[in-house]
Nanobody, 120 residues
Framework: QVQLVESGGGLVQAGGSLRLSCAASGSFFSVNAMAWYRQAPGKQRELVAVITSGGKPNYADSVKGRFTISRDNARNTMYLQMNSLKPEDTAVYYC??????????????WGQGTQVTVSS
């Protein structure tokens, strides 16, 4: 079993910054790609950013130039630095990880989510 725990959410004014963390723990052979998603009230969950095991990032157009995804493979932790936040960034942010088990089967796991609220 794998657990993903997000932290770092909160309330911030427009133009401010927050840094989210997602720590993975449990039993697994390796961590593959990891990603941040978000879901605003009444909207579908959307991909914010993804990072490969080698550290290559990709971003949704809506956050390019403002958000930075990174990971520390030694600590099995992923980060999302969010700058120049806008009210439309308000959502519950979820981390997702793709893990290879000792059996070499591949599984996706999700964190419980952390609320980010940006006030205008």
């Amino acid at each position: 079993q794998v657990q993903l725990v997000e932290s770092g959410g909160g309330l911030v004014q427009a133009g401010g910054s927050l840094r989210l963390s997602c720590a993975a723990s449990g039993s697994f052979f390796s961590v593959n790609a990891m990603a941040w998603y978000r879901q605003a009230p009444g909207k579908q969950r959307e991909l914010v950013a993804v990072i490969t095991s080698g550290g290559k990032p990709n971003y949704a157009d809506s956050v390019k130039g403002r958000f930075t995804i990174s990971r520390d493979n030694a600590r099995n932790t992923m980060y999302l630095q969010m700058n120049s936040l806008k009210p439309e960034d308000t959502a519950v942010y979820y981390c997702k990880g793709t893990f290879t088990a000792a059996s070499r089967k591949v599984y996706d796991y999700w964190g419980q989510g952390t609320q980010v609220t940006v006030s205008s």
